[in-house]
């Protein structure tokens, strides 16, 4: 089983960047779609993005569309998601995941390995 473990995270002002990052230790990566989900104090778990095997499709939450960047380096094991304009409604705890299919899936259910989580805090 693949084995997903999230970095980068910290205390950041509004406004402000980060680059969030997760390394894989599965001999599969690039053969299954990879997204970012997030959990803030009190709410449930929200999709954030997704990205296909390939790299070439990508999906957004709404609410960062135009602000998040999600990409992947197959060739390291690695999956990326550049957050700019950065918001205190974005703090949460984000979690990578990896999903069972090769493309872009939105819902929660399609991904069968998640990370432990990284902390962002957005402070105004």
């Known amino acids: 089983q693949v084995q997903l473990v999230e970095s980068g995270g910290g205390l950041v002002q509004a406004g402000d960047s980060l680059r969030l990052s997760c390394a894989a230790s599965?001999?599969?990566?690039?053969?299954?779609?990879m997204g970012w989900f997030r959990q803030a104090p009190g709410k449930e778990r929200e999709f954030v993005a997704a990205?296909?095997?390939?790299?070439?499709?990508?999906d957004y939450a709404d609410s960062v569309k135009g602000r998040f960047t999600i990409s992947r380096d197959n060739a390291k094991n690695t999956l990326y998601l550049q957050m700019n304009s950065l918001k205190p409604e974005d703090t949460a705890v984000y979690y990578c995941a990896k999903s069972i299919f090769g493309y872009t899936v939105t819902h929660g259910s399609a991904f069968n390995s998640w990370g432990q989580g990284t902390q962002v805090t957005v402070s105004s």
């Open positions: 599965g001999r599969t990566f690039s053969t299954y779609a």
């Open positions: 990205i296909s095997a390939s790299g070439g499709s990508t």
